[in-house]
Structure formats: structure tokens, C-alpha cells
């Protein structure tokens, strides 16, 4: 459940994490961990999608495990989001 103090952690989180500086994910591609991210946040659901956006994925194949890794992070943060809807 998620009260103020988780919130505000989570809130503190982002922060942190908007300042940090990017990680070039993909090299075959040049692409980085925020644009990934930014892809997932703008609708990518698969990997598939994230290589038609930003062309991560489609050389080697050494990042796929990482965007599968935020589409999954990204899909738990909404499954929580919606529970803690409902339990308002």
C-alpha cells in the first residue's frame, strides 16, 4: 500500500534518477537507458516496439534483456498504480 512517506520515497527516487547521467544501453544503435525509458513511458509494450521506435535491439541483441527489463518495471509500477486506485 502506498501512504505519503512511500510516495514521497518514490517522488525522491525519480528525482535521483532524472539527474543521474544516461548509460548508452545500446551500442550498436547508440541508444541510451532515458531513451529506452522515454519509450516505454510512450506506449512501447514489447521490444519489438522499442526497436521500431528507437532501433535499440536490432544489431546484436546484447540490450534486449534490458528493455524487457523496463517494459516489466514499467508494467509493475502501473499494476500497483491501479491497486492503490482501488483500495481508495
Not at 534518477?17 to 519509450?39: H, K, Q, W
Amino acid at each position: 500500500m502506498l501512504d505519503c512517506s512511500n510516495a514521497n520515497h518514490y517522488y525522491y527516487f525519480q528525482v535521483q534518477r532524472n539527474l543521474r547521467s544516461t548509460v548508452i544501453v545500446c551500442i550498436c544503435a547508440n541508444v541510451s537507458d532515458r531513451t529506452i525509458s522515454e519509450a516505454v513511458r510512450s506506449g512501447c509494450g514489447s521490444v519489438d516496439d522499442i526497436t521500431m521506435k528507437t532501433g535499440a535491439c536490432s544489431g546484436c541483441g546484447q540490450c534486449r534483456m534490458h528493455c524487457q527489463s523496463e517494459i516489466d518495471a514499467h508494467n509493475t509500477l502501473i499494476q500497483v498504480s491501479e491497486m492503490s486506485q482501488q483500495t481508495v
